[in-house]
């Protein structure tokens, strides 16, 4: 590997075996290694990959086949083993889909790199993400984690780990850990992503948090938690939710977190979609476009990544 300052970082740590144990919120270790591939796929073109790295990091217990990681490797991504961060039973979240996400807050002490940007499996890079891979956002001693706003219950509240960037540090990492092991701190949190915004509280202020939305970034900047724009992490599920926010900022969006509905939960299909004026009202989870506009980008990723690993195994 050339030597890098960056890193892109995602990591596959659980999914069921069947399509039969899935359900609408719990997915497939398959799910999660398309996501990877068609995430890969949009990373490769949208970073420097002489001064970025692409690591994909795999839990121990998660399966990956032969086959699979050529096609994954064939996208750009490095595989690897996700470090461990052993959580306590009694603090292990209940929801089955976030019992081994705290393996995602390792990411941390990926010490190597000045910063990595830490992706999900759901999330897609849409457009050019060179300058944010620089780490010149961390101007300030305190900063350690730029990240977007959560749009939560419809209100802007937490900041969202689907696609967050990390000031890496070895330091910081056992700082972090060591919380999890403190009694006084430490709870059964929901997810990883609650854990870190109480580690890290800045955004559980919403007044601050409405100013951030409305661009008055004066106090954003003054804690751990540096303000990054929505371009970074735009959650899907505002485009119903929150549909006069999305349409006004859509179109500086890097970075696609598909949330309410995965991109591989959505109808498959790869022409643009129809125009707003013809998208139902209201837009509930019956209408197969509804939570799905952005799918299209999924598929085209996913095609073009299986595309490209044919071409590899020639």
Known sequence: ????????????????????????????????????????????????????????????????????????????????????????????????????????????????????MLLDADALVVDDIRELMKCKVFSQEQHRVAATLDYFRHSWYYFNTGSILWRTGVEEMNRVFQLSRDGKFMKRFSSDQEFLNHVYPDRMNKRLNNDIVAGKLDEANNGAVVALSWDYNAQTHVEVENTNFWKRHRSAVKVLHFTEK?????????????????????????????????????????????????????
């Open 262 to 314: 995965k991109g591989w939960q959505c109808e498959e299909r790869y022409n643009d979609p129809i125009p707003w004026e013809e998208m139902p009202h209201p837009c509930d989870k019956k209408n197969a476009i509804c939570f799905c506009r952005e799918a299209h980008l999924y598929w085209r990723a996913f095609r073009d990544a299986k595309d490209r690993g044919k071409i590899i195994t020639v």
């Open 1 to 116: 590997m050339e030597t890098a300052t960056s890193a892109v970082v995602c990591m596959l740590t659980a999914g069921v075996e069947s399509e039969k144990k899935a359900t609408r919120v719990v997915f497939t270790a398959r799910n999660y290694i398309e996501g990877a591939m068609a995430l890969g796929q949009s990373v490769n073109s949208n970073i420097d990959t002489s001064k970025t790295h692409m690591l994909l990091l795999v839990r121990e217990g998660f399966f990956l086949d032969p086959d699979d990681a050529r096609s994954l490797e064939a996208v750009g991504w490095i595989i690897g083993t996700a470090p461990d961060f052993h959580l306590p039973k009694q603090y292990i979240p209940r929801f089955p889909r976030y019992k081994t996400t705290y393996t995602k807050v390792t990411a941390i002490g990926l010490a190597e790199y000045e910063c990595a």
